[in-house]
């Protein structure tokens, strides 16, 4: 079993910042590629941002320049900066950890942006 806990989301207005986190636990032999996805009521789940074990970063378009990604790789821990909050980005947020074989959700954590 792996387990993904999540915290850091809320109710922010516009321009405010937030920072998620994500740790993984449990029987998990290494962990490859992290990341964050999103999903707004009503419209698809989205890859928000990615990061390689070694620390390659990749981007979703609208949220370059304004969220950054990281990882503790001691700590099985994947965080995601997000400043400059707009209501568009207001949505349920999920990491995701990549395994040997199996990529991995976390529960989700909701992101109100208010305007």
């Not at 937030?18 to 999903?39: E, H, K, P, V």
């Not at 320049?65 to 997000?82: C, E, H, P, W």
Request: charged share 15%; glycine share 14%.
């Amino acid at each position: 079993q792996v387990q993904l806990v999540e915290s850091g989301g809320g109710l922010v207005q516009a321009g405010g910042s937030l920072r998620l986190s994500c740790a993984a636990s449990g029987s998990i032999s290494s962990i490859n590629a992290m990341g964050w996805s999103r999903q707004a009521p009503g419209k698809q789940r989205e890859l928000v941002a990615g990061i390689t074990r070694s620390g390659g970063t990749t981007y979703y378009t609208s949220v370059k320049g304004r969220f950054t990604i990281s990882r503790d790789n001691a700590k099985n821990t994947v965080y995601l900066q997000m400043n400059s909050l707009k209501p568009e980005d207001t949505a349920v947020y999920y990491c995701y950890v990549d395994g040997p074989s199996l990529r991995y959700w976390g529960q989700g954590t909701q992101v109100t942006v208010s305007s």
